[in-house]
Each structure stands twice: as structure tokens, then as C-alpha cells.
């Protein structure tokens, strides 16, 4: 499954018939979710059961636990077909008046729901959708999109006025996040966190006004479980970001734990998995690390141009298998370096390539070439794999049955 192509949402619907167990409970669904860093913002797996074709990147993985989540929501309060699960899904957004796709982009995206929700669902992912912008910053994935999920249980439950709710949730995460950084001595790493979250709002401004101590009566007075426990989440998330808890810290996260009318034995829950998430994960999340901007920059592009062989593998499968030539020089340039001759064979060949498909003009912009070794490090991996990877199998039972 490649969340980057077309036809993905429907690909997954036929994967996922066979696993409509995984999750007993929204309880195993949050835990599953806290795991995979979804609930977090900082997506760093996907559910067991889908088995993808190509390393993915964390917006991918945002995507596909996005749907996950989506999912087994609904599945869990109505069950039914996938379909009108996609439905469901693409009126809910509708209702929060969520789709910032212009005129050429509704005109080009099909008139299938899924596909028109797979162009609204990227929108939701995205922080910002420029490449340049993207280039420079990995900070991409909008780290609130759990919030969607706890507003589409809502709009299952047939509870009105969601809007007013997502700009609740979204002002007391914010606040919670903000007072918990206040708890402590601040670094670098948090001012980027702060970033991170005042960029991911969608519903509220991060205006100063915002920030203020009417929030802890506001957070008294909201009852809802799921809710709560999130925000419980996102404190930890931010005390233990430097990950070390001293008396302060901790002193906040008992006293936000018991405002929102969590048992301790579930505060001391939900700092032993953020700790365990960290542990974990230290060293694959983009966010997490350290890097100067000469890696920050090799390695956001390494993810831009994986993404553009992808989407346009088909292609250049067809143009490379009219070159023998180049094939031959990509696959020794796998096991040996390839002298400047053939270096410059390898580039002059590839920019004939790029030149027959518009998505990859990035490669003869001035200064393009510098993405060349990427791509040819990228390609022997990708290519073999790459092909219709959101083709639904005939032994695959498929959705429109």
C-alpha cells in the first residue's frame, strides 16, 4: 500500500476486512494509537496488519493511522460496510467545513468519495504544502490530528455543534501544553514543540488572549473520558520531552491528572508509556533529533524524491527500459562508485528522463543535480516495488462487493 498514490484509502479497505478484530475496544484502539505515536503527533509506526512496500515516511504513516483510527471508531460504534464508513468519514469533515482543496482541485480529483477524501485527508496532514518550505523544515505532520478522532466519535453519537467542540479541545491542548512547558526549564527542543503545536491548529488562532487561567476551570468542567485522557497525553508528552521528570514536573501532571478526574493509577499509566515511547523511538523520529541543516536538508530531500519515484514509478519504469545502457550503470552504481564518465552519462541520461515527466522538473532546476546521488541510492530499492502498489488483489475481498 502506498499512501502517496492514488487508490490507497480503497487498498486499505480491502486489507482491512480480514483484521475487523484488532481492536475489541476503543480502549485497545487508544493504546495502539499511544504506541505507534499517533495519539503523540509523532507517527513512528502503523498497525500490524498492513504490510507496505516501500520504507514510509511520517506523514505516510500519519495518513494511514489517520484512516486506522477513522476506522475502527466507527466500526466499533456502527460496524457496516467500508463504504459507507468513506461516506461517513468525507460528511464529517464536510461539517467542519474541512477541505481546503481550490476549484482545480476538486476538478482534478475524481468523482469517487474516496478519492475526493484522499485529497481532504492530505490537506489535513500537512502543516504547510510547500516544497521548499518542506525541504527545510521536518516538521511537517500536524501533530493534533487525534483530535479528529475524538470529534468523529462525537459525530457518530449524533452530537451536534462539533465545531464549538474542536475549538475546546484544541484550547485546552494548547494551554495544557503551555503550562507544562511553563513547569519547566525550557531548551530548544521545546520552543520547537511550541512551534509544532501552535502551527497544527486548525480551529482556534494562537493569539495571546489564548493562553490565559480561565483554562483550568474549563478543563474542570469537561467530563468527556476520551478527551481528557488525551490531554493527560499531551502533558506528559510535553514534561518528558527532555526526558527526565523532576518534583515540579511532576507535581503538574498529578494536579492537570486530577482536574481532569483521572485515577492515578492511569496518570502513572500514561507517563510510563510516553517514557517507554521515548525509549523507543529516540533515534527515528525526525523531531527527536539533533541535526545540523546540511542532514536536515539530505535527508528531507532523500524523502521528497523517494516520494516523486514513487508516485511516478510506472513511468519511469517505461522510460528506463528504453535504456539498457543506464540500467546497467544504476545497478553497478549499488555495489561500486561509478567513475566521473559514468557519472556524467548517468546524469545527462536521467535528465532526458526527467524532462518526459513534469513532477520531476525539481531535478533540472539549477542546483538539482545535487539530488541526483539520492535518486540513484533511492532507485534499485524502490523501483522492484513500486509498481501499482495500491492494486486490490483478486484474493483480496473487495470493497464494492
Not at 27 to 46: P, Q, R
Amino acid at each position: 500500500m502506498n499512501p502517496s498514490a492514488s487508490g490507497w484509502i480503497e487498498k486499505y479497505g480491502s486489507v482491512v476486512q480480514k483484521h475487523q478484530n484488532a481492536f475489541p475496544d476503543f480502549d485497545a484502539l487508544y493504546n495502539t494509537l499511544k504506541k505507534s505515536g499517533f495519539v503523540y503527533g509523532l507517527n513512528s509506526g502503523i498497525p500490524d496488519f498492513i504490510h507496505p512496500e516501500h520504507i514510509l515516511s511520517e506523514d505516510e504513516k500519519a495518513k494511514i493511522n489517520l484512516l486506522n483510527a477513522l476506522y475502527f471508531t466507527y466500526l466499533l460504534k456502527d460496524g457496516g460496510d467500508f463504504n459507507d464508513f468513506i461516506e461517513q468519514v468525507y460528511k464529517f469533515y464536510e461539517v467542519l467545513k474541512i477541505d481546503t482543496s481550490g476549484f482545480f482541485g476538486k476538478l482534478f480529483t475524481g468523482k469517487k468519495t474516496s478519492a475526493k477524501l484522499e485529497k481532504l485527508m492530505a490537506s489535513r496532514i500537512y502543516i504547510e504544502d510547500n516544497i521548499f518550505s518542506k525541504t527545510f523544515n521536518s516538521l511537517i505532520t500536524n501533530s493534533l490530528l487525534f483530535v479528529d478522532v475524538l470529534l468523529f466519535k462525537r459525530y457518530l453519537n449524533n452530537i451536534e455543534d462539533l465545531k464549538t467542540k474542536a475549538e475546546e479541545i484544541e484550547y485546552l491542548a494548547i494551554n495544557i501544553t503551555y503550562h507544562a512547558l511553563s513547569s519547566k526549564e525550557q531548551n530548544r527542543k521545546d520552543n520547537k514543540l511550541s512551534q509544532l503545536l501552535a502551527s497544527s491548529l486548525t480551529y482556534i488562532n494562537c493569539a495571546d488572549n489564548t493562553f490565559d487561567g480561565s483554562y483550568r476551570d474549563r478543563l474542570l468542567a469537561n467530563k468527556e473520558t476520551w478527551e481528557n485522557r488525551y490531554l493527560l497525553d499531551m502533558a506528559c508528552l510535553t514534561v518528558w520531552e527532555d526526558h527526565s521528570l523532576d518534583y515540579t514536573e511532576s507535581e503538574f501532571i498529578f494536579g492537570i491528572g486530577k482536574d481532569l478526574g483521572i485515577e492515578n493509577h492511569l496518570i502513572s499509566e500514561s507517563i510510563m508509556h510516553v517514557t517507554e515511547f521515548f525509549r523507543q523511538n529516540l533515534d527515528t523520529i525526525p523531531y527527536l533529533k539533533e541535526k545540523n541543516l546540511a542532514h536536515q536538508f539530505y535527508d528531507s530531500m532523500g524523502k521528497i524524491v523517494k516520494k516523486l519515484i514513487l508516485r511516478n514509478s510506472k513511468r519511469l519504469h517505461k522510460e528506463l527500459s528504453q535504456s539498457a545502457e543506464l540500467v546497467a550503470l544504476l545497478s553497478k552504481s549499488t555495489v561500486r562508485d561509478l567513475s566521473r564518465d559514468e557519472k556524467k552519462k548517468v546524469q545527462n541520461q536521467l535528465i532526458d528522463i526527467f524532462k518526459s515527466i513534469p513532477s520531476l522538473a525539481i531535478f533540472i532546476l539549477p542546483g538539482g543535480a545535487i539530488l541526483l546521488p539520492i535518486f540513484i541510492k533511492l532507485i534499485p530499492k524502490l523501483l522492484p516495488s513500486a509498481f501499482d502498489e495500491n492494486r486490490i488483489d483478486v484474493e483480496e475481498k473487495s470493497i464494492d462487493d
